[in-house]
């Protein structure tokens, strides 16, 4: 068996390596001319950290990331609502890692040109649609070029040509009426410099959390990412072209004095910032199906989700281990049949909870509640209530601390 895959991102190089690892043929088509280490922060939680340690990636995360080891929800003042330990600090078997998605998209590529050699991921490569036939799937490329295989796995993105085939009717980008800020600086750590922070409410929030050691002795390279809702649900999305756009300090230094969080200093994080950039929060709807015959969808372009609850690349990484196990166990066309039923109903229900605030729904509720703070939390929001949002998502998501135990 010969599996294409167009896309070379955290999802689709993923793919590769578990398909490797079962003995299957890959070949990775990817637009871009070269791979940098693009992006900022983004969290990997322990059901996902499971499927790259057995990979055998545990020790390069190590020494790239940080082991995360409590998250802290907080209003705009300051006040602390929640406080969990995460990942092997929990009980799990696995830890939860901040990284920078550069970092762990290098190391990714890295392991997929070591074990399956420099020529297979193909560079400058556009995937623009796709045809089959009863024996094959082909990739057709910009430029009139065709790659052909027996599965075609479409792992390129939001803006997937291959789903846009697929359905090409489908609505655009649904905008919740967030923008996010988000950049990357070496500062001094928070707490013990394994501390992930969630502050604000609805409107206005703010995401604080280590993602790697620093350069210089005891600075750790710190995420921040502020959120703000100048628009409403339903408004029509930022153009394409606007996203990534580089971020202003006229434009966000007013919402990053709003907040009253005196474990940082986040003005002067922000002017220390060198550059940072400003992304739409946008999604899609969930799709009747995936797959079409020999060809199917992974990751973001399956599955875009909103950045709550530290899920994006998580499930994209276990798509990768489902349609791995599956195509290593039966011919192609039923395998992503049984993919399809497996992964797009368990993906929906995590963006649907992700739309609704995900397990930082709990900031927002006590923001409804009590915008200009409280003197007495569980007068606001009973301790049960608080633990049923963010525990319900845990659960929902696959990640509680007894699934990661008990292994599918």
Not at 7 to 18: D, K
Not at 135 to 149: H, N, P, S, Y
Not at 266 to 288: C, G, I, N, Q, S
Request: proline fraction near 6%; aromatic fraction near 6%.
């Amino acid at each position: 068996m010969k599996v294409l895959i167009n896309g070379a991102g955290i999802g689709g190089l993923t793919a590769a390596l578990m398909l490797h690892a079962r003995g299957i043929e890959v070949e990775i088509h990817e637009a871009a001319p070269e791979l940098r280490e693009l992006g900022v922060g983004i969290n990997v939680l322990p059901h996902a950290i499971r499927e790259l340690a057995e990979l055998g990636l545990l020790p390069e995360l190590d020494r790239i990331a940080i082991r995360t080891r409590e998250l802290i929800y907080m209003n705009r003042q300051g006040q602390e609502i929640w406080r969990e330990l995460r990942g092997v600090e929990q009980g799990q078997d696995y830890p939860q890692f901040s990284i920078h998605r550069g970092f762990m998209h290098k190391m990714l590529a890295d392991a997929v040109r070591a074990r399956l050699g420099d020529k297979a991921i193909t560079l400058s490569s556009r995937g623009i649609g796709f045809e089959q036939d009863a024996g094959e799937a082909r990739l057709l490329l910009e430029g009139g070029g065709k790659a052909a295989g027996d599965v075609l796995l479409g792992a390129d993105g939001i803006h997937s040509a291959i789903r846009r085939q697929m359905f090409p009717d489908e609505p655009g980008l649904k905008w919740n009426g967030v923008m996010m800020w988000r950049g990357a600086i070496e500062a001094d750590p928070l707490a013990d410099g394994r501390t992930m922070i969630v502050a604000g409410g609805f409107e206005t929030k703010l995401v604080l959390y280590p993602i790697a050691p620093g350069t210089t002795p005891g600075k750790v390279l710190m995420n921040w990412v502020v959120c703000h809702r100048p628009g409403k649900e339903g408004d029509v999305a930022p153009k394409r072209e606007d996203w990534n756009r580089r971020g202003t300090l006229e434009e966000l230094m007013p919402l990053a004095r709003a907040f009253g969080v005196d474990v940082i200093d986040l003005p002067a994080l922000v002017r220390a910032t060198p550059e940072f950039l400003e992304y739409p929060m946008a999604d899609r709807d969930p799709l009747p199906s995936w797959t079409d015959g020999r060809v199917t969808l992974l990751g973001d372009a399956a599955h875009p989700m909103y950045p709550v609850g530290s899920n994006g690349a998580s499930q994209a990484i276990i798509d990768g281990r489902a349609l791995a196990d599956l195509l290593a166990a039966q011919d192609p066309i039923p395998a992503l049949a049984a993919y399809d039923a497996a992964r797009r109903p368990a993906t929906a229900q995590v963006v649907a909870m992700n739309r609704q605030g995900g397990p930082e729904g709990v900031i927002d509720e006590v923001e409804r509640r009590a915008p200009d703070g409280f003197a007495d939390l569980d007068a606001v929001i009973t301790q049960e209530e608080r633990a049923a949002i963010v525990r319900g998502y845990a659960s929902t998501a696959g990640f509680s601390a007894e699934q990661t135990r008990m292994r599918a």
